[in-house]
């Protein structure tokens, strides 16, 4: 298969690409590991299992519009395929059906989305602790929800979640906002910034009000997190200025933001640089999205946090730049084509700045604190461990790996790698960007020794008469 | 800085030789361009095998052997060293001739550390191999390590011996003035009186800057490890004439090596995987252990890897400087010499002699005499 266009991810950022590229004439293959287009905000938006999917929010529902537009456009869909390399020399491998194929392509678009940031609290790893997220993923994919949970950290998805539950009747046993008061101060010199897209602002302050409004406990200022319970969650404990305080709960769920999924970016060895403000790795891009490898470019929230807005916006303007780069349109077309979008994504930039203020997480969080917390899930290392490590002379985030094992289980590093960076460059004193992050390589995901035993080179397809 | 010795390279031959030298009591500077067991030494299959060495190299593996046997003890570290013994597995009569072929010629040499086995042997060793299999050849010394952890407590016991050991510290130019190397690295001036090169995929490069050619060339061999598995395999299981060698550590992964090579881009610091390469290692893995069907890929890499056109190593000194010695080249079986090759590389340097007969190994096998 040889395409002028390969996009890898369908959420806001892969299918508004797809859309841009479908009217200037080229069909993307496009491909995503889910079953249904519509990436982790409009997750199932197109068929939701939910009998009233408005709980979810007007947002949600304009995801069925772009999805129906998306569906469309005449891009070449793969759902439930489930990238598992992709290389710098324009080779996508992918599974589906049990087999791999592999896909060829002049541009790649990498739309892989984020993740959300690991709150490495004692408890963390219990049966019952799960990420705000994951509730929602569950919510959307499978209208299950958790009664009586205990939501903790801070962010507008946090919230999000709560009041969806809270809409749906669901009780909730308590919202435990861990947003530092000073975040608030250093915040507001941006307000004026944010103030520019207003409606982002009010989207937020109602979701506040509506959880307010419900009459749920709402604990502020919490810091010295820990989930209580021996074999599973029983529930949360914390300290909050008007003392320590002890909620229980059968169901914790953690957030403190997003951060990029980086497996994909670092796999193919594009450069990365360390943004101190959303305190997590960007991939290097120019204003299309161009990564440091000219063929691939890279959209949405897998390159540096910016919203479903600002991934679709983003998702045009890479499209119109792969566009040029084969030939469909010229520069000033592009150009021309791409003001919009450009100065949106300045506005919207705004309103990140101040949410990144405002929800910066707290370092404290942000790495363990205990010895026998855990940092790596898949491998069972403690910071404990890692801090022995270190000690014997492993000063790299990869010779900490090679010697104590943590990051090498079937996640590749996606919960532990930002906390190992992190702790590294508080014991080496030295900037997160001088540490790095883990030298990570395809697959992404386990893969089926059988699978890959029956994969043959797949010969490009002769090319299509223009 | 000033030392006796400096060692370019922090992998198992470069940390092994500093842990020698340091112990007799000689100072050490050991260079790492990057981290220490970065390349090869860190990434490789963790193989300890004796078994199948080349005639030449016999006599410094059993050495070696010897020695992992109580390496952790002798390093007071943690190698992960596991003497699991090792298996090649004869598919046909004609790997069976080969194998007996080589036993009249190991006997003839006095060693007795390989064992022929038959099919139902082989059965009981290996209750999950191909039944299709006719025997094989196993040695019981052998066995496999962490290659990290090794290096590392080299790296470890060297300095507790005094040697210094600077990473992220890479040699850029070296000279010989009146009795004395001098080195430009990027933490500056050094000099030393002698010096040895364990450059790995790059010691080519050193040899040049002191005058001596040689063909070496880097390859990037591929490996690819499993989720975890119950138990089914002890011994490290290889293949008489089929690319093919897999281990299955204590905590159930399985390590599928073999040999195949990616892509190695050494000016970059890098390797690429060819995955077409891995389908066929992942195919035969699946042929020899139809067990292994149910197995899940999590990781897949390579590593940069010295090779000589003889497949054996360069051990000894140099034919065009004074006071310089090499040790590199070791064609993808270069771990488990690690620890013979540091005593025999501070022997040479501090004695100017060692037991072992070199002459396979001297860094001019190839000149060429005539044009
Ligand atoms: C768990 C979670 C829930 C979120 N919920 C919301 C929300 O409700 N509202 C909101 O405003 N923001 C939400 N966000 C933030 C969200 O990231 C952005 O709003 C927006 O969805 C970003 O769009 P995107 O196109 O960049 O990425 P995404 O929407 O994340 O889309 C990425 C797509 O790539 C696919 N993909 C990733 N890796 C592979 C692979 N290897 N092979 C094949 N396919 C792959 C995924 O299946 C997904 O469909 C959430 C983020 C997370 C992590
Ligand atoms: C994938 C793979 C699997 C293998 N499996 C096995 C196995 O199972 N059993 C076995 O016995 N062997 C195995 N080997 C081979 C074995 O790993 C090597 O032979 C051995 O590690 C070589 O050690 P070394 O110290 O010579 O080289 P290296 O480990 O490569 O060390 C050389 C070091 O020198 C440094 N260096 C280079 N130039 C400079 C400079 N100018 N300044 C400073 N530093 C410099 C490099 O950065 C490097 O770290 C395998 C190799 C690979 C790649």
Known sequence: MAHDCVIVGAGPAGMAAALTLADHGVRPLVLDRAARPGGQIYRAASASPLPDRSVLGADYAAGAELITAYTASGADHRAEADVWHVGADGKILFSTDGGTCQAEAREILLCPGALERPMPIPGWTLPGVMTAGAAQVMLKSDAVVAEGAVFAGSGPLLYLIVAQYLRLGVKVAALVDTTPRDNYLRAAPLLAGALRVPSMLTKGLSLLHEIRQAGIPVFRWASDLQVLGQDRARGLRFVTPKGAQEIAADTVFLHHGVTPNPNMTRALGVQHDWNPDQLCWHVRRDPFGQSTLAHVSVAGDGGAIVGAEGAQCEGRLAALNMLCRLGRIDRATRDHLARADLTRLKRLAGVRRFIDRLYRPQAALRVPQCPDTLVCRCEERSLGDLRAGFDAGARDPNALKSLTRCGMGPCQGRQCGPIVSQLLADWRDEPVSEVGYYRLRSPQRLLSLQELSRFNRVHPAPEEAQ | ?371
């Open chain 2, 1 to 371: 800085m000033n030392a006796d010795v400096l060692i370019i390279g922090g992998g198992i031959q470069g940390c092994a030789t500093a842990y020698h030298l340091a112990r007799a009591g000689a100072s050490v500077i050991l260079l790492e361009k990057d981290y220490i067991a970065r390349h090869a030494s860190g990434v490789n299959a963790g193989g300890v095998r004796l078994l199948g060495r080349d005639m030449a190299e016999v006599p410094l593996s059993r050495a070696a052997i010897q020695m992992w046997q109580e390496l952790d003890d002798t390093l007071q570290g943690d190698t992960g060293f596991r003497p699991t013994g090792l298996i090649n597995i004869a598919v046909d009569q004609a790997d069976l001739d080969k194998l007996h072929a080589r036993q009249n010629l190991m006997q003839a040499a006095g060693y007795t550390h390989e064992h022929i086995i038959d099919r139902d042997e082989l059965l009981a060793r290996l209750p999950h191999v191909n039944p299709a299999c006719v025997g094989g050849v196993r040695s019981d010394l052998d066995g496999h390590a962490i290659p990290y952890k090794a290096t590392n407590a080299f790296r470890l016991a060297a300095e507790r011996h005094g040697a210094r050991v600077l990473d992220s510290c890479e040699l850029h130019a070296l000279r010989r003035v009146g009795t004395r190397w001098l080195a430009d690295s990027t933490a500056g001036r050094i000099e030393a009186a002698t010096m040895v090169n364990c450059a790995g995929a790059w010691a080519d490069r050193i040899a040049l800057m002191i005058g001596d050619n040689v063909p070496l060339s880097h390859a990037a061999p591929m490996l690819m490890i499993t989720a975890r598995m119950p138990q089914f395999a002890g011994p490290v299981v290889g293949a008489v004439s089929r690319q093919f060698s897999f281990k299955q550590f204590e905590n159930g992964t399985v390590l599928i090596g073999g040999g195949a090579k990616g892509f190695a881009d050494r000016a970059n610091n890098a390797t690429r995987l060819d995955y077409a390469k891995l389908a066929e290692a992942a195919r035969t893995t699946v042929e020899f252990f139809p067990i292994m069907a149910r197995a899940a890929i999590n990781r897949m890499w390579a590593g940069l890897e010295a090779y000589m056109p003889d497949n054996l190593p360069v051990i000894g000194p140099a034919v065009n400087a004074e006071r310089a010695f090499h040790a590199f080249g070791f064609s993808a079986h270069g771990f488990q010499m690690g620890p013979v090759v540091g005593q025999v590389m501070a022997d040479l340097v501090l004695t100017g002699r060692t037991d072992f007969d070199l002459t396979p190994f001297r860094i001019d096998r190839y000149d060429r005499k005539v044009l």
